[in-house]
């Protein structure tokens, strides 16, 4: 019978993304945040199917410190209720996508930038000076203790902010000269330089996520005609176009490196299956915590995006992100580690249910600011910026919830980016 729970409620929340995906993902660019959002819980639905027929090999495909809470009596009981929420985030997604009238995502094409070569060129030194200092950091050694020890820093302190504005000046910058026609050795010069430095940053942090949602980013810009009613159209005629083909290649080369990362850098072990599967674990996350947990109000977490760039030295009570408080309630104090128990998670912490509508309308309304963002024509790199962030976001939010770092960077960087933008426009920054 739980079993039967457990396939119910699988197909049900498989359902709640195929709406999702065919009121918007259909017409949209491959690579375009909706999809991103669909793609992502479909390769982890993916994952759940085996324990419909065999619990071990379900167990085989899943994180090692995650296998002890798995193998319950009560397994399938409490998935099915993760399951059914999960499908109840994405509805309420859905629903909040129609009130605020987010349509497909189409490009127009008539793009307009007024490319500054002297703020490229001291955005392009300000990174360089900066990887040169991390290199001399950390001995000019790519060791994975080393890496990890560097991306630890970063991530704390003031030196969170300079870090974040290095990642989206990269992103940024790139992205213009992906879109600018490149006419000139300088600019091709300036793209190769920039490729460079992208790659260098990306092992430096030892940051996965860094190197493969910015290609995904940089594949929306550019193959943004790419869009699932155009390819069927395609097929249809019996050819498939160029665009297809190189949206195949991106995907298989995201996943090659991302196995190599994981088994090289990182220590993941099994083969590419079970490293995807172990990192797509929120879903796994979010039934421990509806497992272990209690149903209980913490409304005090809400602060935490508007206090995340305050230094602890300085707030030594500081609020910790709801992942790494959860992670010490149900596996114990682990020094510079945590894991992210998705929206599920973390709403049957703060606030059960309530705080699932609520996130799903956050979720919604970031697309809807990307979308009149790009609507707008992007002007300058600050534009840029702002919708790169907001590009991942959703999907950020499917994995770890609200109350998390993200989110702080959205509030400040985007406020910042905006700032600069203005400036930008009125012709009072370079």
Known sequence: MDNLLYTLSLI?????????????????????????????QLITVIFQVPAVFSKELYLSLQAGYFVDFLNDPNFYYYQS????????????????????????????????????????FLHI??????????????????????????RYNLEHGINALFHKLIMIFIVSNLTTLILLPKKNAYLKFLFALLLLEFILYGIIIGARGFIIFSLLFFSFIKFNRLSF?????????????????VGAAIISII?????????????????????????????????????????????????YPLVSYVPRDLWTSKPFPVSAQLTYIIFGYHERWSVNFGVV???IYVLPVVWLVISAGIASLSLKLLQNFIYSKVKSIYDLGLISMLYTYPMGIVLGGILKPGSGDLIFMGTLLIILSYLRRRKILI
């Open 12 to 40: 049900v929340l498989l359902f709640s993304v195929f709406i999702i995906f065919t009121r918007y993902g259909f017409r949209e660019s491959l690579f375009s945040p909706i999809n991103l959002f669909v793609f992502l």
């Open 81 to 120: 209720i993760n399951f059914i929420s999960y499908a109840f985030f994405n509805m309420s997604f859905f629903i909040f996508l129609i009130f605020l009238k987010y349509t497909p995502l189409k490009f127009t094409g008539s793009y307009y930038f007024k490319l500054s070569r002297v703020e490229i």
């Open 125 to 150: 030194l300000f990174i360089t000076f900066w990887i040169f200092l991390a290199l001399k950091n950390i001995g000019f050694s790519f060791s994975p203790k080393e890496i990890f020890e560097l």
């Open 229 to 245: 009613d155009l390819i069927l159209r395609r097929l249809h005629q019996a050819y498939i176009n160029k665009g297809f083909l």
């Open 255 to 303: 996943l090659s490196f991302y196995y190599y990362y994981s088994i090289s850098i990182r220590g993941y072990v099994g083969n590419i299956f079970s490293v995807v599967s172990q990192r797509l674990d929120y879903l796994i996350a979010s039934y421990t915590a509806l497992k272990e947990l209690k149903p209980s109000l913490h409304l005090e977490n809400l602060i």
């Open 345 to 347: 998670g973390e709403s």
